[in-house]
Nanobody
């Protein structure tokens, strides 16, 4: 079991930036893939970004490319999502996740979420 706690969300205006943090603890010896997902109001969960445990590989949703960056600190106990040039459509609850095999099964762990609201 990997424990994940997100923080850093808030209310911002379009064009602003936010950095979300995900504190990671527990059974990380499996070197899980780390991901960020979001659930916009009235919509289902959608993928935002993911990175290998080592941080050498990363993937982004088209809506995030060029604006968002997933990273980890040197201690490897915190995963970040740097969000620049935020848009109103970025408004959502953002979730940190860790998985060794897929995002929907028992091998995935999820945080509680942090709210990001972008006003126009």
């Amino acid at each position: 079991q990997v424990q994940l706690v997100e923080s850093g969300g808030g209310l911002v205006q379009a064009g602003d930036s936010l950095r979300l943090s995900c504190a990671v603890s527990g059974r990380t010896f499996s070197r899980p893939v780390m991901g960020w997902f979001r659930r916009p109001p009235g919509k289902e969960r959608e993928f935002v970004a993911a990175a290998s445990w080592s941080g050498t590989n990363a993937d982004y949703a088209e809506s995030a490319k060029g604006r968002f960056t997933i990273s980890r600190d040197n201690a490897k106990d915190t995963v970040y999502l740097q969000m620049n040039n935020l848009r109103p459509e970025d408004t959502a609850v953002y979730y940190c996740a860790a998985s060794t095999s897929g995002w929907d099964g028992p091998n995935a762990s999820w945080g509680q979420g942090t709210q990001v609201t972008v006003s126009s």
